[in-house]
C-alpha cells in the first residue's frame, strides 16, 4: 500500500499556530505526544495539507475520535482522586480569556436559574433554595488544558440531585449551560450524574466570591478546567448537541483527564 506521506505537498508548518487551541486539546488528552506536525496528520489520516481548512479537518477529525474513545472508556461510577485540606489553594486560581478586573459581578437577589428541555419542572429557583438542598464537600485537583493545576475545595449540589429533584430525564444525552458571561458549556448526562460533579456554590468553606462564578458554578473532578462553566444562569435537558463556547473554537468537548 502505497503511503498517503507526501512531504512535497505539505505547506508550512506554521500554519498550525491558527489552530493553537486545537492542539492543546488534543496533545492535553494524549493522543499525540511531544507536538503535532503536519507530517504526522498526514501519516495519520491520509490528507495533503494545501489549505489551512484542511489542517483544521484533520485536526477536528482526530479531536472527535479522542472524544468518542474517551466517552466509550469513562466510568461513571469511578471515583477521581480526593485530597486532604491542607492542600487546599486560598483563594483558587482564577483562570479566563478574560482580564479578572472585567468581570461583572451577578446581582445576587434578582438571579435566577432558568431551567429548559427535557424537564418537568421548569420554575426557575433563587441561590437560597438552591442552598437548602443536600451539599456535599469535595476537594479535588482542578487541572488546566494550558499544562497547570491546584487543589481546591468545593461545596455544592450534587448535579444529579438537583435533576433528580427538577424532574429531568436522565435518559437524554446532554446537560447545557448558559452563563453570565458568555460562556457556554455542556456535558454528557454520564457525567452530570457522576457523583462528583456538583453545582458548587462555594470554595474553601466560603461562599463563591464574585471572579469564581458567584452564586453558582459547574465544578466537576472527571473534566479539564474549561468544560467547569462559571456564573450559570440556565441548564437545558437535551437530546440535540449543544456544543459550547470553547467547542466553536477548536477545543475538545469532552475533554475527560
Known sequence: MKSPFRPDRLPDPAVLDNHRGLLRSIERRGLMRGGVSLGALTMLTGCDFNTPKSVENALLAISNLNDGVQAWLFDPTRLAPTYPRSMVLKPPKFNAYYDINKVKPVDGQAWRLELAGLIADRRPWTAQQISQLPLRDMVIRHVCVEGWDYIGEWSGVPLRTFLERIGADLRA?????????????????ATALHPQTLLATSYAGEPLADPFGFPLRLRMATKLGYKNPKWITAIEVTNTYPGGFWEKLGFGWFAGI
Do not use: H, L, N, R
Not at 444525552?173 to 454528557?188: L, R
Open 173 to 189: 444525552k446532554y446537560v447545557a449551560f448558559k452563563t453570565a458571561d458568555d460562556y457556554p458549556s455542556s456535558i454528557d448526562m
